[in-house]
Each structure stands twice: as structure tokens, then as C-alpha cells.
């Protein structure tokens, strides 16, 4: 079974502060990912990486960064944190040998922008 | 962009009944996969196609690519079945990327 695990699992941030949100994976998988699920938008792609070093922007990049620094960590960074940026965030990762793969996705962050 | 046409968006069962989720595709897709959202928020991979039929115990998923549109059956429903589930289409020649539907709310009612 695929393990993602993300952390913090809630985080209250205010306006203006910088906001780090952390994703570990232990299955080697290459690809991983970092959506946001919002009521009336379903999940939605921020962030994905192919693998070490490498990062691309999804369909809502604006206002956030990533990082991945090693294959089983990926981070998803907002330098500015705005209360639209309240919400639930999912990581997850693929096994993929052609295309995403299988998406393993991890328990949730819910961050609340005050 | 890709758009994934989810129906119905919502839908309850008595337990021990049984019915059907589609997707609709705008586009050529590659693989669909269909999650479960259950009542802690976890999103759980019920099944990854990339043509045919797959049946894990209770649930069944077809998808059909030429036809542009994937299924997922429920049948003989309990309790625990309730939750949301969504459908995700990654589209042919794109790099890989997910685009999800708006969900279905199943409620299953004793």
C-alpha cells in the first residue's frame, strides 16, 4: 500500500505569513502532486515534479511554490498567504510508468488564512 | 481545457440496491481513475483503467475511450459505500496531468 503522509495536518496561518506544507512519499514513486480541493471547485492542480529537482507549474500555480528536493519529499511553499488560499490541500503520488500512474494521495492539510 | 463532466452530483440508495456514476469526456483521454472521498476526507483510488473493465468486489468501472466516457457501478450498496466519489482523466499526449470531476455525493440510506 502506497504511503503518502503530509504534514502539518491543520495549520492556521495570518495574512502575510509564509506557509510551508510538507509531503513525504516511501514508495519510490517519480511523479507527485499537490492539489487544492475547494467546495464548488473539486481538486484542482497546483504543483506537480517528475522527480528530484524538478518542479512544474499545474493549472493554479499563481501564488505558490514547490519544491522537491529528494524523491520522497515535496513541498508546497506560499511566501504571501492569503485568506483565498484557505483550503485543503492534497499531496499525492504516481506510479508511473507511462503518463501519472496510479495516484496514492496523502490525509489532507487543511490550512486557514486569517 | 480538458473537462470532465461528472453525473449525477448526487444520488442515494436504499442498502442493497445498486446504480451507476458516469464521466463524460470533452476530449481523448488516456486512463481514468475513480476515487472515493469518505466521511474523514481521505481520498482513496478505487481503480486506474486505461481501456476494458475492472471489478473489485462490490464496485465495477468501465472505460471507453474511443466513446470518450468511463462508468462506475455500485452494487448491492452499505453504509460505508457513502461518500463522494470523483473521476479523473488524464488526456492522451498530456503531460502527465489529472483533471477531476465536480464529484458525486452518494448517500446510502438504511
Not at chain 1, 17 to 26: A, H, I, P, R
Not at chain 1, 87 to 106: E, I, K, R
Not at chain 2, 47 to 71: C, D, H, I, M, Q
Amino acid at each position: 500500500e502506497a504511503a503518502v503522509t503530509q504534514s502539518p495536518r491543520n495549520k492556521v496561518a495570518v495574512t502575510g505569513g509564509k506557509v510551508t506544507l510538507s509531503c513525504n512519499q516511501t514508495n519510490n514513486h517519480n511523479n507527485m502532486y499537490w492539489y487544492r480541493q475547494d467546495t464548488g471547485h473539486g481538486l484542482r492542480l497546483i504543483h506537480y515534479s517528475y522527480g528530484a529537482g524538478s518542479t512544474e507549474k499545474g493549472d493554479i500555480p499563481d501564488g505558490y511554490k514547490a519544491s522537491r528536493p529528494s524523491q520522497e519529499n515535496f513541498s508546497l511553499i506560499l511566501e504571501l498567504a492569503t485568506p483565498s488560499q484557505t483550503s485543503v490541500y492534497f499531496c499525492a503520488s504516481g506510479d508511473a510508468g507511462m503518463g501519472t500512474g496510479q495516484l496514492y494521495f496523502g490525509e489532507g492539510s487543511k490550512l486557514t488564512v486569517l | 481545457g480538458d473537462q470532465v463532466e461528472q453525473s449525477p452530483s448526487a444520488l442515494s440508495l436504499h442498502e442493497g440496491t445498486g446504480s451507476a456514476l458516469r464521466c463524460n469526456f470533452t476530449t481523448t483521454m488516456r486512463a481514468v481513475q475513480w476515487f472515493q472521498q469518505n466521511s474523514r476526507g481521505s481520498l482513496i483510488n478505487l481503480f486506474y483503467l486505461a481501456s476494458g473493465t475492472k471489478e473489485n468486489g462490490r464496485l465495477k468501472s468501465t472505460f471507453n475511450s474511443k466513446e470518450s466516457y468511463s462508468t462506475l457501478h455500485i452494487r448491492d450498496a452499505q453504509l460505508e459505500d457513502s461518500g463522494t466519489y470523483f473521476c479523473a482523466a488524464e488526456r492522451t499526449g498530456g503531460n502527465n496531468k489529472l483533471t477531476f470531476g465536480q464529484g458525486t455525493v452518494l448517500s446510502v440510506i438504511p
